[in-house]
């Protein structure tokens, strides 16, 4: 995994954060809040 500087420290376990990223609709919720594009995020995957 890439940890890049506007990845977040996310204090669950990690099954739940590769089930949160694995719903897209997901995905474009955290992009939008954090303000990057859905594709960097998808790279966190």
């Known amino acids: 995994m890439i940890?890049?500087?506007e990845s977040v420290?996310?204090?669950r376990p990690i099954e739940e954060v590769?089930?949160?990223f694995h719903d897209p609709?997901?995905?474009t919720?955290?992009?939008k809040k954090r303000g990057?594009?859905?594709?960097?995020?998808?790279?966190?995957?």
């Open 36 to 45: 990057v594009l859905p594709a960097r995020v998808g790279r966190l995957r």
């Open 29 to 31: 919720r955290y992009a």
């Open 3 to 5: 940890i890049t500087e």
């Open 18 to 20: 590769f089930a949160f």
């Open 9 to 11: 420290v996310i204090e």
């Open 25 to 27: 609709a997901n995905v």
